[in-house]
């Protein structure tokens, strides 16, 4: 079990919008650590896609948006593209285990 | 432009040691802290550990304390994973990342990452 949680999978069509949740707690998301996100195509190692909660690094599109509220975030792609389809994973800190944590993934398929 | 790249995976019996290592060029190596993620077949990413960026300071996951040991020369701009007492749970892609935030500070982030090297743990 993850400690920050993410819906396994989620679809949408080419030009859709989706949102992917990343649900934590007191110790982490929710004590004011950054959350930051990575997109891994198949077979590569993860890209640096969204970090502190709401910035994208250079090259990265601005189809892809972060946000945080409370102990959550979310990471919205508009746009949908066939590239696009990846795991995503959120990651932040967890002050109780003094350790970096990722969700658990979720893959997105464009439909 | 930054490179990381890993090496020293392989086929290995439970109980046997391995050592990864982390190639660095294109940034101050030195200015950095450094981690080690995997990723078990199917499976997400786990973080593994990271070491400060002078090595003075060291953090594990639970799962691997005591058992793994990471370390660096920033002579040689190499990052280290040494693991010993391996397991069948320990089977994984193995990245190195480099540290653009301060763990210390509870802001890690990782902006570049190896392409990864696979540990096969099997008798």
């Known amino acids: 079990q993850s400690v920050l949680t993410q819906p396994p999978s989620v679809s949408g069509a080419p030009g859709q919008r989706v949102t992917i949740s990343c649900t934590g707690s007191?110790?982490?998301?929710?004590?004011?650590?950054?959350v930051h996100w990575y997109q891994q195509l198949p077979g590569t190692a993860p890209k640096h896609l969204i970090y502190?909660?709401?910035n994208r690094p250079s090259g990265v599109p601005d189809r892809f948006s972060g946000s945080k509220s409370g102990t959550s975030a979310s990471l919205a792609i508009t746009g949908l593209q066939a590239e696009d389809e990846a795991d995503y994973y959120c990651?932040?800190?967890?002050?109780?285990?003094?350790?970096?944590?990722f969700g658990g993934g979720t893959k997105l398929t464009v439909l | 432009q930054v490179q990381l790249v890993e090496s020293g995976g392989g086929v290995v019996q439970p109980g046997r040691s391995l050592r990864l290592s982390c190639a660095a060029s294109?940034?101050?190596?030195?200015?950095?802290?450094m981690h080690w993620v995997r990723q078990a077949p199917g499976k997400g990413l786990e973080w593994v550990a990271v070491?400060?960026?002078?090595?003075?300071?060291?953090y594990y996951a639970d799962s691997v304390k005591g058992r793994f040991t990471i370390s660096r020369d920033n002579s040689k701009n190499t990052l280290y994973l040494q693991m010993n007492s391996l397991r069948a749970e320990d089977t994984a892609v193995y990245y190195c990342?480099?540290?653009?935030?301060?763990?210390?500070?509870?802001?890690?982030?990782?902006?570049?990452w190896g392409q990864g090297t696979l540990v096969t743990v099997s008798s």
């Open positions: 990342a480099r540290d653009l935030g301060r763990f210390e500070y509870g802001d890690s982030r990782f902006d570049y």
């Open positions: 294109g940034f101050t190596f030195s200015s950095y802290g």
């Open positions: 990651q932040s800190y967890d002050s109780s285990l003094s350790v970096v944590v």
């Open positions: 007191s110790s982490n998301i929710g004590a004011g650590y950054d």
């Open positions: 502190g909660n709401t």
């Open positions: 070491i400060w960026y002078d090595g003075s300071n060291k």
